[in-house]
C-alpha cells in the first residue's frame, strides 16, 4: 500500500460504476420523508404517492414527449430484458453488443417463441450502428454501455412500419442529454446516476410500445405474471408495483431526481458528467503510461471513463492501493481482462475529487 497525503484524498472516494455515489441529503431524506413511510403498506397513499413523484420527476427529467407514460416494476434491468423478450418483441429483433449489457439483452432475446435475434457485435471499446432489416420489429442497444465506457447516439431507426426503439439507459439515464422522442423505450435500473438502489426498473415508454404490449398480452402468447409488461402497465397508472417494492430505493431516487431538476435538469446534469469525464479523458491522453481505451472520442462515454495503463504499470495494485486509502471501485470490468482502471463520473461525483483521483494515481503509481 502507497499511503496518500491527506490533500490527495478526495472528500468521497467513491467512483464506482453501480452501484455509484449516494450523496448525503439522499441518506438523510431516509431519517427524515423515511420515518413516517418505511414498514408502510405500499398499497396506501403514502407509498403510491411517492411512486407517483418518482414517475412525475422522470417524466420531467426525462421531458417526456405528449402521450408517453413513465412505467415501473420490480426486478432491475436484467428482468426488464426477459420482461421484453415476453412481451414487447413480437418476432424479432436486432441488438447491438459493444459490451456485456447490449449482448446480455441479445441473449435473452433467443427465446423459442421469438425468431433468432440479429446481433450486430463489434469489439469492446468501439461503438456500433443499427441497420434496417425487414421483419425486425424491435431495435435494441445500450445509450451508454457500463462495462466499456462506450456511449451511443440515440436516433430512431426507420424500419418497418411500427418497429420499435428500446434504449437500455441504466447507466445514462439521468447523467446523459438525449432527446426521448429518438425512442419507444428507455429503460435503467436507478443505482447509477440516479444513485439509489438496484431491484426496481424504470421505463420511458411511448404510445407505440403501450400499444405493441398491450396487443401481445391480448395474444395467446404465454407470459409469466412477474414478467408482464401489460401488469406494469395496469399497475403503474396506479402508482404501485405488482409485488412490494423497496422504500428507500424510492425514496432516494425521488431525492435525486429534484435534486437534479432543482439544479436544471438533464441538460445541467449532461453538462456536468461531460466535464467531469473530460477532465479524465485529457489526463489520460497526456500521462505517459495511459491511453483512453475507447480510441474514438465521439464514442466516449461522458459517465463511465475507462483508462488503459502501460504494461509497465500494474492497474491491478493501483486499484487496490487506493482502496485501502479509501478510494474504491476503479477496477475494471472483470470481464474484459484489461489492464486497466474504470472511473465512473456520474452526476454525484464532483469534479473536484476526480482531479484528487488524478493525483491519488499519479502518486500511487510513481512510488509502485
Known amino acids: 500500500m502507497v499511503e496518500l497525503p491527506r490533500e490527495l484524498l478526495p472528500t468521497d472516494g467513491r467512483f464506482g460504476c453501480g452501484p455509484s455515489k449516494v450523496r448525503g441529503a439522499q441518506l438523510e431524506a431516509l431519517a427524515t420523508r423515511g420515518a413516517s413511510l418505511l414498514g408502510t403498506s405500499h398499497r396506501q397513499a ?24 413513465i412505467i415501473l416494476g420490480n426486478g432491475g434491468s436484467t428482468a426488464f430484458w426477459d420482461a421484453a423478450a415476453f412481451g414487447l418483441i413480437e418476432r424479432r429483433s436486432q441488438h447491438l453488443a459493444f459490451g456485456e449489457f447490449g449482448s446480455k439483452f441479445a441473449s435473452a ?52 412500419p411500427g418497429a420499435l426503439t428500446v434504449i437500455d439507459a441504466t447507466s445514462a439515464a439521468g447523467g446523459i442529454d438525449f432527446d426521448a422522442a429518438q425512442a ?11 444513485g439509489s438502489d438496484g431491484g426496481l426498473w424504470y421505463a420511458l415508454v411511448s404510445p407505440a410500445a403501450i400499444e405493441r404490449i398491450e396487443r401481445i398480452a391480448a395474444s395467446d402468447r404465454y407470459i409469466p405474471e412477474f414478467l408482464s409488461l401489460k401488469n406494469a402497465v395496469d399497475n403503474s397508472r396506479l402508482n404501485q408495483t405488482l409485488n412490494t417494492p423497496a422504500v428507500a430505493t424510492l425514496l432516494m431516487l425521488d431525492e435525486q431526481v429534484r435534486w437534479i431538476l432543482d439544479n436544471g435538469g438533464l441538460a445541467w446534469a449532461g453538462a456536468k458528467t461531460a466535464a467531469t469525464s473530460a ?25 463511465v471513463v475507462t483508462i488503459d495503463f502501460d504494461e509497465s504499470v500494474d492497474a491491478a495494485a493501483i486499484a487496490k492501493s487506493l482502496r485501502e486509502n479509501g478510494i474504491v471501485d476503479t477496477e475494471p470490468y472483470r470481464k474484459l481482462g484489461r489492464n486497466q482502471l ?27
Open 279 to 303: 477532465t479524465l479523458y485529457a489526463w489520460a491522453e497526456v500521462a505517459a503510461y495511459t491511453t483512453p481505451f475507447v480510441t474514438n472520442p465521439a464514442d466516449r462515454s461522458p459517465v
Open 184 to 194: 419507444d423505450v428507455y429503460y435503467f435500473a436507478p443505482q447509477k446516476n440516479l
Open 342 to 368: 474504470r472511473i465512473a463520473t456520474f452526476v454525484s461525483i464532483d469534479e473536484d475529487d476526480v482531479r484528487r483521483l488524478i493525483g491519488a494515481i499519479e502518486y500511487t503509481a510513481e512510488r509502485l
Open 46 to 69: 403514502p407509498i403510491k404517492n411517492l411512486v407517483g413523484s418518482t414517475r412525475e420527476g422522470l417524466a420531467e427529467l426525462l421531458r417526456a414527449p405528449e402521450g408517453y407514460e
Open 109 to 160: 432475446a433467443k427465446a423459442p417463441w421469438l425468431d433468432a435475434p440479429d446481433v450486430r457485435k463489434t469489439e469492446p471499446g468501439t461503438g456500433g450502428v443499427c441497420e434496417p432489416v425487414e421483419g425486425v420489429d424491435v431495435y435494441a442497444w445500450p445509450h451508454n454501455e457500463t462495462s466499456t465506457g462506450v456511449s451511443a447516439p440515440i436516433a430512431r431507426v426507420t424500419a418497418d
